[in-house]
């Protein structure tokens, strides 16, 4: 995984508004650790995080932090895939909604014979998960990122270097409120759920008052 510290002002800031930074910080707080449960739940042998910044009590016992390095997102990206040792899977922070089974059921398409890379689409353009049998950093290098064609640029470049990508299903990134809002209603019982449900309630308009 890829994630930066969730601090205010540094993480979300396209929530803010309506959410102040704090609030804005707090909602990714609890998509990492939502995310990061996950993860551990899915049984794999390693969780590494690649951070910008530093742990927090959002990060469970026994996951890997590293550094993610410098530069472009690209280039932290290859960092973060230089540490892999075999197999491995690709999240982001920004899909809360990701469930133990169904990142198991992604890691495990890669011991097929025929599969040597899955790839995760976004709504927005982007992707949400890579995956490959064979690590491969450089794939990463020369995408360009946050554009609506990101994600098809970076699956045909995994096509090109690795073969057949099998594709999972689509997801919605949070990036703006109405996808907090859409992502919190798919996992009800969720710490992103809950704190999206106290920043609600923070900017609930007033109750009318009866005058006399």
């Known amino acids: 995984m890829l994630a930066k510290e969730p601090r205010p002002g540094r ?3 396209r929530l803010c508004p309506p959410c102040s930074p704090d609030e804005a910080a707090a909602l990714a707080a609890a998509s990492l650790a939502d995310t990061l449960e996950a993860a551990v739940d899915s049984g794999a ?3 590494v995080v690649a951070l910008d910044g530093r742990p927090g009590p959002w990060l469970p016992p026994g996951v890997v ?3 993610q390095g410098t530069g472009g997102l690209d280039r932290r990206l290859a960092t973060a ?3 892999a040792r075999g197999p491995a899977l690709q999240v982001g922070m920004d899909t809360p909604q990701v469930t133990g089974a169904g ?3 992604a890691g495990g398409l890669l011991d097929a014979p025929a599969t040597g890379v899955v790839f995760g689409p976004a709504l ?4 949400w998960a890579v995956g490959m049998r064979r690590p491969d950093p450089a794939v990463f290098l020369g995408i360009p990122t946050s554009r609506p064609d990101t994600g098809a640029r970076q699956r045909a470049r995994l096509a090109a270097r690795h073969g057949a990508v099998h594709d999972l299903p689509t997801l919605r990134d949070v990036d703006r409120f109405a996808d907090a809002v859409a992502v919190a209603a798919l996992v009800p019982g969720s710490r ?5 449900a106290g ?3 923070t900017h609930a308009a007033p109750a009318a008052g009866v005058r006399a």
């Not at 927005?124 to 992707?127: F, H, I, L, S, Y």
């Not at 992103?192 to 999206?196: I, P, Q, R, V």
């Open 11 to 13: 993480v979300k800031t």
């Open 45 to 47: 042998d390693r969780v």
């Open 65 to 67: 932090v590293v550094d």
């Open 81 to 83: 895939w230089s540490q």
């Open 103 to 105: 990142l198991a059921a």
């Open 124 to 127: 927005d353009g982007g992707w």
């Open 192 to 196: 992103f759920a809950a704190a999206l």
């Open 199 to 201: 920043v609600a309630a």
